[in-house]
């Protein structure tokens, strides 16, 4: 299965108030768009999450309909349903509260879940109805997938108050509420009391904060590395020009230089500076070797 189903049954599987319990069922149902005109039909492709779904409800109403595995046209995977008749899905309705004035206007209705623990529930449900997340050692990617603007900008309200502002896309007609930042993402979970996914976001961004450290590093050793080749080759060929011509003009301090640089061409100027006698700073090894390309250049 993937992270995100793991996310889903994580949440469906959390003890929660009765209260809260009502909000979680509510926001899946909501999220769903299974309130239709006289009667519920829940679509999901995990059929164990329905299964937690019909247990709750059979502790109200006794003898729900069996799950059908239906192959909806145009997925590759089964698509599960559960309908339920008109008397059932009023007592449903009737248990959760749900006002036919969101149901019509496919909007949350905010009278169910004033306290903060019924929203964060009805988000976690809202989340196991239609939400994805990305594995964090793979991307950094929350949504979640509504057919109605009015729902999904109702669901960005009710992230605002928790200071988590989501972007809204249109994809193949739906409209996307998403989150793209590890801070973000990590904000939601914690929203969610998804502690174990937490984690696993918190430590793929510090490993990727140390990897990005090391490649950085690595790559300005290479730069730095890069630089004290083609200054040394440069060198080199200066001091092979002056052994054909005019080595012996140069003074002592200078042939001492030069010759250090021939017998360690992969020296950087600090480790050379350190082999000189007397010691010599790093700024002193590279003016006495500017001046050798200077004589050099000097040669016709």
């Known amino acids: 299965m993937s992270y995100s189903y793991d996310v889903k049954i994580n949440l469906c599987t959390q003890k929660r108030l009765p209260c809260c319990r009502k909000s979680f069922w509510y926001g899946f149902l909501a999220a769903g768009n299974a309130f239709l005109p006289g009667f ?13 779904f019909i247990k709750y409800i059979n502790k109200e109403i006794p003898e729900i309909a069996s799950v059908k595995d239906v192959l909806v046209k145009g997925n590759i995977k089964p698509i599960y349903e559960l309908s339920l008749n008109k008397k059932q899905s009023e007592e449903i309705v009737k248990i959760l509260a749900v006002s036919e004035r969101s149901i019509v206007g496919h909007q949350i209705d905010f009278d169910l879940i004033k ?9 976690s449900g809202v989340f196991v109805c239609v939400g994805f997340l990305s594995d964090p050692n793979k991307s950094y990617h929350l949504e979640l997938v509504f057919h109605e603007k009015s729902f999904a900008d109702d669901i960005v309200f009710a992230l605002g108050t928790f200071d988590i502002k989501p972007k809204i896309t249109v994809r193949n007609g739906d409209f996307v509420v998403y989150l793209k930042s ?3 993402i990590l904000d939601f979970l914690n929203i969610l009391s998804a502690t174990t996914f937490c984690f696993d976001y918190m430590n793929a961004g510090i490993e990727k904060q ?3 450290t090391v490649n950085r590093q690595i ?3 290479n ?6 080749v083609s200054a040394a080759a440069q060198q080199l060929a200066a001091i092979k020009k002056l052994e054909k011509e005019n080595f012996a003009s140069l003074t002592p301090e200078l042939a001492q230089i030069a010759i250090l640089r021939q ?4 020296l950087s100027l600090a480790q050379l500076s350190e082999l000189c006698d007397p010691p010599l700073s790093k700024s002193g090894v590279s ?9 050099a250049n000097e040669i016709n």
């Open 115 to 123: 306290k903060e623990c019924c929203v964060k529930s009805f988000i």
């Open 223 to 228: 730069a730095n590395l890069d630089k004290t």
């Open 210 to 212: 140390i990897r990005n």
């Open 40 to 52: 519920i039909r829940v679509l999901t492709e995990h059929n164990d999450i329905l299964e937690l």
């Open 287 to 295: 003016h006495r070797l500017k001046k050798i390309i200077e004589k």
């Open 182 to 184: 590890s801070e973000s």
């Open 219 to 221: 790559n300005c050793d």
């Open 263 to 266: 017998e360690n061409p992969e």
